[in-house]
């Protein structure tokens, strides 16, 4: 009996140790990836490449095989806009980005890709920043994606050190230029240096680093690409996480560009802030316990699918992404993408844009957009696709028991 219990504390004190390890290793690479130093990692930039650098470095540490074009990296060019608002020829500007890939060879016929952007926002000049003022300010994205990083970074740790041989190969990629609009896994998709026809599924990991410890929920997306995802949710789904699931494997991040190959997806997300793409997405705010959490979690979902034969490929309906609708105006507004009511529900309302000037605030659900009934964020979507720069609208917005007209313009 006391060497039962002697067994039982070494054992708990082994997963202690291992816990503060992971928390340790999440905290030292967030808060590089996202440090002043890298100044917002905008693709092509001396701070995108010393952060390409150092998760390559990780890789090489790990012995992972080198399975980019050139050792672990994989560039590739693109255009941008110099001008967000032009599409003239004349001010696109060529860039280059660069994918990091590293390969796990457990010598089995299909591998699971796991993978996160590790691009953000620079210095405010691309026209995707929240802030009122972006121009000459470091957009750190600690959240957006340094946390996605940092956990494809510790699975990566996770998987080559557990003395379990996996019955799946394992591709760790850390995608560039994604808030450029997906173009590192598009370009990835597009000129794979492994089959995709061995790939298993896709895992993804966009803003997992803030957890809400009172609500603990994490949402996770694509549960409907294949018909083992949702069942496997279903029967790891335990009490540290609030699990919700949508079925979709569309939406804002490169786990799009996966299941537009016909692959499996799974997407991690624990929800927007008043800092997203904003100067102040900073490594302070972040919850390295709770992003340890969501791990651990990915970690007891990739269990149980691994236990299963390759999984088979279902086409979803897209009502995570705009369904291809083009918008030229915004409200400024983060939606609550774990809201499960009728309407939209704002989490936040950016600085000195219209919602803001409106009167909306955190907590409001837009009802109605003019004549247009706003039931889920795809209504949203389709309802600013009617407008354009300048044009007045009226929000029909619940805040509490209130129902309220507020005029905006756009």
Do not use: W
């Amino acid at each position: 009996m006391k060497r039962l219990i002697l067994t039982s504390v070494c054992l708990l004190g082994m997963q202690l140790a291992f816990a503060q390890t992971k928390v340790s290793n999440l905290k030292k690479d967030i808060v590089y990836l996202s440090s002043d130093a890298l100044e917002g990692r905008f693709p092509g930039t001396q701070g995108e490449i010393k952060a390409g650098n150092y998760i390559a470095k990780e890789f090489g540490k790990l012995k992972l095989k080198p399975m980019g074009t050139a050792g672990y990296f994989q560039e590739f060019p693109y255009k941008y806009s110099a001008n967000p608002h032009s599409s003239d020829e004349k001010d696109m500007i060529t860039g280059k980005g660069r994918n990091v890939i590293g390969f796990l060879d457990n010598g089995a016929e299909y591998t699971v890709v796991i993978g996160a952007h590790y691009d953000h926002l620079g210095m405010g000049h691309g026209g995707n920043s929240l802030d009122a003022n972006p121009a000459n300010q470091i957009h750190n994205g600690a959240d957006d994606n340094a946390s996605g990083t940092a956990g494809m970074l510790e699975l990566a740790r996770y998987y080559t050190r557990n003395q379990v041989k996996e019955p799946y190969n394992f591709l760790f990629i850390g995608f560039s230029a994604e808030e450029e609009g997906l173009l590192g896994s598009k370009f990835f998709t597009n000129n794979p240096t492994l089959s995709l026809e061995k790939i298993n599924y896709m895992i993804n990991m966009d803003m997992i680093g803030r957890l809400n410890d009172s609500t603990r929920k994490v949402t996770v997306f694509g549960t409907g690409t294949s018909p083992s995802i949702e069942p496997a949710i279903l029967r790891t789904h335990g009490s540290k996480l609030s699990v919700k699931t949508d079925s979709s494997g569309m939406g804002p991040s490169d786990h799009s560009s996966f299941y537009l190959k016909n692959i499996p997806v799974m997407h991690f997300f624990t929800g927007t802030h008043m800092d997203y793409h904003k100067p102040s997405d900073d490594a302070d705010k972040i919850n390295y316990a709770g992003v340890a959490d969501v791990l651990d979690y990915i970690i007891r979902v990739t269990d149980e699918l691994n236990k299963e034969p390759k999984q088979s490929f279902t086409a979803t309906r897209n009502q995570s992404s705009s369904n291809g609708v083009a918008f030229k105006v915004t409200l400024g507004v983060i939606p609550d993408y774990s809201y499960e009511g009728e309407g939209l529900r704002i989490d936040g309302v950016s600085e000195g844009k219209p919602a803001q000037k409106a009167g909306l605030q955190a907590g409001d659900i837009i009802l109605a957009m003019d004549q247009l009934e706003v039931k889920n964020i795809q209504d949203y979507m389709k309802g600013l696709a009617a407008y354009k720069k300048g044009e007045p609208v009226v929000l029909k917005v619940k805040r509490g028991e209130q129902v309220l007209s507020l005029p905006a313009t756009f």
